[in-house]
């Protein structure tokens, strides 16, 4: 999707700032993503928490996909957007017991326990309703994911999963819990990954762990090696579909899979990310003594990823062809964090014009907020307009 694609016309019709998301695109992905998955057999489970829109969820769940949900909203979310329960699993550090009962009463695929305290009241709701919660133990397997400090999910300093070290002893306490059933391992180390390294050892971690598993008789049905896989942010227009082929090879060279045994991954940026864009006006150019500044009528509350996790959005003017320009692009927020990225290049700005925040299909809509009482903005879709 580049510039000359943006359905501009329309978009100055729409009140700012707005997301826009190319349906085409994500199709296209899609299709991707079960051609490689089909190859070795492979279970894609999408994760909810990148983009939670109703129409992608449906565009999504209608190709096939199920729903990796860390919340008793997604799995509502999901359940609503024609996710089948068959296909939802449950992750998260802290399912409050409603969710865990909304995931029992609707006889979701799994459980994915992170403690054992998670694992002994699991046992216990599932006893008061006379079921059995089939279940997957999160193991954190310290692998570090070379990933920003604040998506890191796999160190032994992380709150996510059950240390190996205690693995053996949460196994040994199960063994007595009637209500529930061990069907396999959860990893998950990080997100925005863009060096596969980090996944091949995670296999490795993974294949060492199953020897030892299997060796004191607990057998593995299912790996779930949770998702991670990071996009380009930096060159949207020319890689707007992720490496899947590469990352789902990496799994069926190294993983020594057992027979009969699924797999499962639950990959969300890499689904959704290339697809959305954020678009806003620009309110003012300010010229300062040493610099200028795009003030826009987007703010963090619409994208907060550059103030939270200093990322970068490849920028674009798509109203102007005039010769570029320096700017710090920001928004109206009463924040200094409110700033989208300094001295970047822009053809140059004046009022009114539209600027477009690409790669922001994945936690742009999601995470946006109401601070400072401003209204959320709504979506639009390409095959809509």
Known sequence: ??????????????????????????????????????????????????????????????????????????????????????????AGVGKADWEINLGLDNDIACFNVESQAELEVINALAEAKNKTATIALRVNPNVDAHTHAKITTGLQE????????????????????????????????????????????????????QDE????????????????????????????IPEFENYFAVFHKLIKQREGQQIHFELGRSVVGQCGS???????????????????????????RPAMYDAYHHTE??????????????????????????????NRVKRNDLIAFRSAGAYGEIMASQYNCRPLPKSYFSDEL
């Open 158 to 209: 992380n709150k996510f999963g059950i240390n190996l070290g205690l693995l053996k002893g949460v196994l040994d306490e199960m063994k007595s819990m009637k209500n529930v059933r061990f069907t396999g391992l959860h990893f998950h180390i990080g997100s925005q990954i863009t060096d596969l390294s980090a996944f091949r050892d995670l296999c490795i971690r993974s294949n060492e762990l």
């Open 317 to 346: 003017n798509i109203t102007s062809d005039e010769p570029p320009e320096t700017y710090d692009v920001v928004g109206p927020i009463c924040e200094s964090s409110d700033v989208f990225g300094k001295d970047v290049r822009l």
């Open 1 to 90: 999707m580049i510039k000359g694609f943006f359905p501009i016309e329309k978009f100055r019709t729409i009140q700012t700032p707005f997301y826009y998301y190319d349906t085409a695109l994500l199709r296209n992905t899609l299709a991707v993503i079960r051609t490689e998955t089909k190859k070795y057999g492979y279970r894609q489970h999408y994760a909810v928490k990148a983009n939670a829109n109703p129409r992608i969820l449906s565009l999504i769940a209608k190709n096939g996909l199920g729903a990796d949900c860390v919340s008793g909203g997604e799995i509502r979310a999901a359940l609503d957007a024609g996710f089948p329960a068959a296909g939802i699993v449950f």
């Open 213 to 240: 598993l299997e060796g004191s008789g607990v057998k593995i049905e299912n790996l779930n090696f949770g998702g991670g896989l990071g996009i380009d942010y930096y060159h949207p227009n020319h890689l707007c």
């Open 278 to 304: 954020l678009i806003s006006k620009v309110l003012y150019v300010k010229k300062g003594e040493v610099k200028q500044f795009a003030v826009l009528d987007a703010g963090f509350t619409d994208l907060i």
